[in-house]
């Protein structure tokens, strides 16, 4: 009996030990084998197979993550006080060192991001810093990517959330921001305006010269009926004056056509004789 209950407290342990020497370690993840306390090898996503009692294994998460830069203060150049926080986006790239070469990443990420930005917001006025994020944001990733390479991690992104200065300065920013919105509007109010009396005196303009082409297109049309008309008349008082030194000397005989315009103009046929022509 006694021999039977070793035997199964026996069995019980290498199975255990037999279930805990395999681990699963998942796509996103990078097992670090550490053998009697000394790091032995790294593994990829898959099953992994340890020595019991001998092997541990350490998983490590490589996707990117999000760390949350708490607000503080900082004095700007121009000695105004601002609230600032960040963001960090990152990812481990070398699991060895991001496990053994610092304890607490988060920690030591966030000291460094807040005394960097305390020295980048100092060394800058409050509107360059309102105006500039920007720029501090890629200057802060620099730097920190710089420090962090050591520990085998890769900042990809750093991002300011806000910079609150005091309300009595926000108040003034409000106003100022107001007093230009309306500035803009007025410009904007007169320049509608402006246009406006510009294609009004335009239009006028153009109205007038159609009335001057039309006015000059008829005096045109005039003239050149009165000058026909004058033509016309011009030439039968031609006739008449040639008619009338003919008419007048002595003896003379003359044949003309009965529907000539002539005998019609010279009012001759009380007077004198008219010979039809001979076919």
């Known amino acids: 009996m006694f021999e039977t209950t070793i035997f199964w407290i026996v069995f019980i342990i290498v199975g255990i030990a037999i279930l805990k020497s395999f681990r699963i370690v998942k796509q996103y993840e990078k097992g670090l084998v550490v053998r009697l306390g000394k790091y032995n090898h790294t593994v990829d996503s898959g099953i992994t197979l340890l020595v019991p009692f001998i ?4 998983i490590v998460d490589l996707r990117e993550k999000v760390m949350n830069v708490q607000p503080q203060k900082v004095i700007t150049k121009d000695n105004v006080s601002v609230i600032v926080d960040a963001v960090i986006y990152y990812k481990v790239v070398d699991p060895v060192k991001a496990e053994f070469e610092i304890e607490d990443f988060d920690y030591a990420a966030t000291t460094l991001a807040q005394t960097n930005l305390r020295n980048l917001i100092g060394d800058t006025s409050l509107d360059e810093t309102l105006t500039a994020r920007d720029s501090i944001n890629t200057s802060l990733r620099q730097v920190l990517d710089e420090s962090t390479n050591a520990w085998g991690v890769k900042v990809t992104k750093v991002e300011l959330q806000k910079i609150d200065p005091p309300q009595d300065i926000t108040d003034s920013m409000s106003q100022q ?3 230009e919105r309306e500035k803009r509007a007025r410009i904007l109010e007169a320049e509608g305006f402006r246009q406006s009396e510009i294609l009004k005196a335009e239009g006028d303009a153009q109205a007038r010269l159609l009335r001057a ?3 000059a297109k008829s005096v045109t ?3 050149k009926a ?3 008309s004058f033509s016309d008349r011009a030439q039968k008082l031609r006739q008449l004056e040639v008619t009338e030194k003919v008419l007048s000397g002595p003896s003379t005989k003359f044949v003309l056509p ?3 315009e002539l005998v019609s103009v010279l009012n ?3 007077k004198t004789k008219v010979l039809p ?3």
């Open 277 to 279: 022509l001979k076919k």
């Open 258 to 260: 009965t529907n000539g």
């Open 55 to 58: 092997d541990s294994i350490i």
């Open 268 to 270: 001759l046929d009380g």
């Open 213 to 215: 082409d039309a006015e």
């Open 177 to 179: 921001m107001k007093a």
């Open 221 to 223: 049309m005039v003239a």
């Open 226 to 228: 009165a000058e026909a």
